[in-house]
């Protein structure tokens, strides 16, 4: 497979429900980022709110919904209805579902009121438009999902919320490139629309980097769970300074709803770890959520990688020049207003868990496991390659 191609189809398994990307590693991220907001995290809140999310049954959404409801809101999702949440069923059972479709239908949410707007389904920078100008006069907050995809390319080491924006297509890309780009030129956008209804002191964006962890639409973080399940001699793509960017979608979704509670509004950078790290790093830190010996062999030789058809295993991705900066983004103003890490090692055990259980169908483990390209798959072989090409 061609490079372009490979990149493609890592962007079209990722874009609709993600990202943008995330390098750098060995210091403190949150060092040059700064914010004087210090938000308290409480296990419980005596503030109860009324909480549409425009979604929710997805993969960021049912733990929004989950956190929300065992918070005591009152919560409200808006959906087409053929999604059928995974997790958390038994907090679907205190919601409210309200139907229509954010292309042509928004009935459901004319004349309501609610104190805070969650939009996860924004896809098209039209419909925040219509969400944000619709529901303005009735909510008081607007809570946009973004992505760290609105740093695309990620050419600086230093990419904070000041870092100015691509807002449309330059001239001269190619088919790939534009479609790779597409996705953070739509997400910039769409926050200007929505911050453009509500005005800034009531308007938050949240961009997450990926988001790891239970109910993952996608398989691309599925190779570091299993992988390290079984222990042994693991493969380790990427240079030993290549840093590694992600956060648990629990994460993500519980500072959702405390943003909400302290009525912090703002743009943040939704990106763990809180600590730079290293892809080796990473790994030998996922390995402790299971009883197994490993050793870990790093392949640095981006050629031979590129040769295989390796060019990312999320979290790592390649620090080609357009993606130098993707995991070197800072979060500082996002720590200060509360957003915390659960340890990797449960992100891992935990993903680990919900995909042997009842909840991911058979067929997707069938072909997830049956996938002939995948690392998984090619391992063995590309570790003997590398050996013989590093003896001596
Ligand atoms: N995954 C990542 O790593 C990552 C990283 C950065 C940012 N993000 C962003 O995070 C957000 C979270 O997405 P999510 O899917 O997990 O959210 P979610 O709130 O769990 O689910 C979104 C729901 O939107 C509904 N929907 C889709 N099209 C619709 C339409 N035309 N009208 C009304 N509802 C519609 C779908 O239900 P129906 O099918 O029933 O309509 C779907 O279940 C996205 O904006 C994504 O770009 C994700």
Redesign the pocket.
Known sequence: MKKSNSRREFISK?A?????IPLLGSTLLNCKEQDKTQIRVNSTTNKKLKIL??????????H?VAYAVKRGHEVS???????KPKLHQEAFEKVEHLI????DNLTALENRKWDVVI?????KVQ?TKDTANLLKDNVGMYMY?????VYYPYLSDSINTKTSLVLSLPDGLTEDEKYEQD?GIM?ANSELEAAKAFGKDRFVAI??????GPG???DRFLHWPLRLSQGGEILVPGKKEDLVQYVD?RDIAEWFIRLAENNQVGTYN?VGPKVQQTILDFAKEASKAFDKTSSFTLIDDYEFLKKNNIFYQIPWVMADEKHFGSARIQNANAIAAGLTFRPLKNTILDTYNWWSSDAVDSNRKEKYEANKNSLLAKEKELLTQWAGLTKG
């Open positions: 990722t609709l429900a993600t990202i943008a999310i425009l979604g929710g049954t997805s993969y960021l959404g049912p929004q999702i808006f959906t087409r209805g053929k999604t229509g479709d954010r292309e939009d996860n389904s924004g896809r419909w999902t973004s992505s760290t995809g996705y997400k961009r997450p980097t990926y988001m790891l993952d639409r996608t979608v939704g």
